[in-house]
């Protein structure tokens, strides 16, 4: 419920700029003293509540024994949100015409990114956790497989991946975690337990 709450929320927080926004450029309701001050206090609440749907977003069960994750490609895609919105921000802030007020919500995303990345990093949101019979991968969005859903499992060049019968695989970059004797020895206690050991390919 949390989670689903910090999602609507920062979505209807954007959602209020973005008209805001549409409002100011397209109309006189709204004049120039006014809407910086709705600027300023509705972007701080949008970095806020994506900080909070990051932090919902990566909740446990308590007894949840969770790895920091943190690879390479998480930052890389995060890095190409943030330097596509400054661009289109600052194309949009040099256009001469009134809708380069529109480059306040391209700065705002591209500096919300930039703190939800610290904040997750700071706060070790980005994990993997075996909970139950529940694979959870935390990085830039979450994904979850089911022990009934894996079709194989197969480790190979520091990369492990777990391929559902749909096709569909996620991909663990195992030899950038910290932590990666520990995560072996959970991953194969957790085959065990779940009787997957006829899952796993040999490397």
């Given at each position: 419920?949390?989670?689903?709450?910090?999602?609507?929320?920062k979505?209807?927080?954007?959602?209020?700029?973005?008209?805001?926004?549409?409002?100011?450029?397209?109309?006189?309701?709204?004049?120039?003293?006014?809407?910086?001050?709705?600027?300023?206090?509705?972007?701080?609440?949008?970095?806020?509540?994506s900080?909070?749907?990051?932090?919902?977003?990566s909740q446990?069960?308590?007894?949840?024994r969770?790895?920091?994750?943190?690879?390479?490609?998480?930052?890389?895609?995060?890095?190409?949100?943030?330097?596509?919105?400054?661009?289109?921000?600052?194309l949009?802030?040099?256009s001469?015409?009134i809708?380069?007020?529109?480059?306040?919500?391209?700065?705002l995303?591209?500096?919300?990114?930039?703190?939800?990345?610290i904040?997750?990093?700071?706060?070790?949101l980005?994990?993997?956790?075996?909970?139950?019979?529940?694979?959870?991968?935390?990085?830039?969005?979450?994904?979850?497989?089911?022990?009934?859903?894996?079709?194989?499992?197969?480790?190979?060049?520091?990369?492990?991946?777990?391929?559902?019968?749909?096709?569909?695989?996620i991909?663990?970059?195992?030899?950038?975690m910290?932590e990666?004797?520990?995560?072996d020895?959970?991953l194969?206690?957790w085959?065990?337990e779940?009787?997957?050991?006829?899952k796993?390919?040999?490397?």
């Open positions: 419920m949390n989670s689903l709450f910090s999602i609507l929320l979505n209807i927080i954007l959602l209020a700029l973005i008209i805001i926004c549409l409002v100011f450029v397209f109309t006189q309701y709204i004049g120039y003293k006014e809407v910086r001050y709705i600027f300023s206090g509705m972007g701080a609440l949008y970095v806020l509540a900080c909070y749907e990051a932090y919902a977003l446990l069960k308590k007894e949840t969770k790895f920091i994750y943190f690879p390479d490609g998480l930052v890389a895609k995060r890095i190409i949100k943030i330097i596509s919105f400054t661009c289109i921000g600052v949009l802030y040099y001469g015409s809708i380069k007020y529109m480059a306040f919500l391209c700065f995303i591209a500096f919300t990114e930039i703190v939800v990345t904040w997750r990093k700071l706060k070790n980005c994990f993997v956790a075996f909970e139950g019979d529940q694979l959870i991968v935390s990085t830039n969005k979450i994904h979850t497989t089911s022990v009934k859903e894996i079709q194989k499992i197969e480790s190979r060049h520091g990369l492990t991946y777990f391929v559902n019968y749909n096709k569909k695989a991909t663990l970059r195992t030899d950038m910290s990666k004797a520990e995560f020895a959970a194969q206690t085959i065990k779940h009787h997957l050991s006829d796993v390919v040999a490397e």
